[in-house]
């Protein structure tokens, strides 16, 4: 299926590639609407005009942005196209870098990038280039009115790329608040040695694909459940199951001797 998120071309150097992005991700949510408790009628959301309190049609709704108290400016498709027409039309690789370089913290949302026809030739080129040398690009590029810091990256033959988030996006922790007050507790080496240990029993390959949203299939068989005890009454009501809390906790070698003989035990019934 084609994919009409953004279309534009890749610059590399002097060579353009024309390409499309396609989605990487798909989430996979509920969704749920809001009702009327009394007689489960569907609530509706309106755009109302804050003067006249009259709802306002789809085609009439602009942009604006707020310059003054109550006082705006509008903005059009053509005025954000126009405050950068190149950017808005292709991803300019500005240089390489090694992945391992690049924190996590700055990951954002993944995307495929898809060649347009006739543009396999320099596309796989690139690919194959990155694959050899090791390296990831870093690009700017324009979406949705704003501008994206992203990396472009090999996986397998094809190209991906991920939307980062720029460094005055990633909050520095020795600014966060909340652990400017914290204590840091010290702990003795056994406990360290053993919690080494309990991440060695713990440690296996990574297989994305082992690890399932385990939430999405148990509300799902809730909601089967109430539909079959017949639509809109509710059957049953469920007790929440309580959480052990460790914080405050002076000694952890009793919880980490539990833990490392629970992984043990798993191990064996496994086997």
């Excluded at 953004?6 to 991700?25: E, Q």
């Excluded at 989430?27 to 489960?40: A, I, P, Q, T, Y």
């Excluded at 919690?195 to 390959?205: N, R, V």
């Excluded at 929440?240 to 952890?252: G, I, Q």
């Amino acid at each position: 299926m084609r994919s009409s998120i953004w279309k534009g071309a890749l610059s590399f150097g002097l060579l353009n590639i024309p390409v499309r992005l396609a989605k990487a991700d798909e989430e996979k949510n509920l969704h749920f609407s809001m009702l009327d408790n009394k007689d489960l009628v569907p609530i509706k959301y309106k755009k109302i005009n804050a003067k006249t309190g009259k709802e306002v049609p789809f085609n009439r709704i602009v942009k604006g942005f707020e310059y003054k108290k109550d006082e705006y400016v509008v903005m059009t498709d053509k005025d954000f196209k126009a405050a950068n027409v190149e950017a808005t039309g292709t991803i300019d690789i500005e240089n390489f870098v090694d992945q391992e370089e690049i924190d996590p913290m700055f990951l954002e949302k993944p995307y495929y990038l898809v060649p347009e026809k006739n543009a396999e030739k320099g596309y796989f080129l690139l690919s194959e280039a990155m694959k050899k040398s090791h390296k990831v690009a870093i690009a700017k590029m324009v979406m949705t009115t704003k501008q994206h810091l992203v990396m472009i990256m090999v996986r397998g033959d094809y190209l991906v790329l991920e939307i980062l988030r720029f460094a005055h996006e990633v909050l520095d922790s020795k600014k966060i608040d909340y652990f400017n007050s914290l204590k840091k507790i010290k702990f003795t080496s056994k406990e360290l040695t053993m919690a080494l240990q309990l991440i060695e029993g713990m440690t296996e390959k990574w297989k994305p694909e082992q690890y399932k949203d385990t939430y999405y299939d148990d509300l799902k068989k809730i909601i089967d459940k109430k539909v079959k005890g017949g639509e809109g009454k509710v059957i049953e009501e469920y007790e929440l199951p309580k959480t052990a809390k460790t914080s405050n906790v002076l000694d952890l070698m009793p919880l980490l001797k539990a833990s490392l003989e629970k992984k043990k035990t798993g191990k064996r019934a496994r086997a």
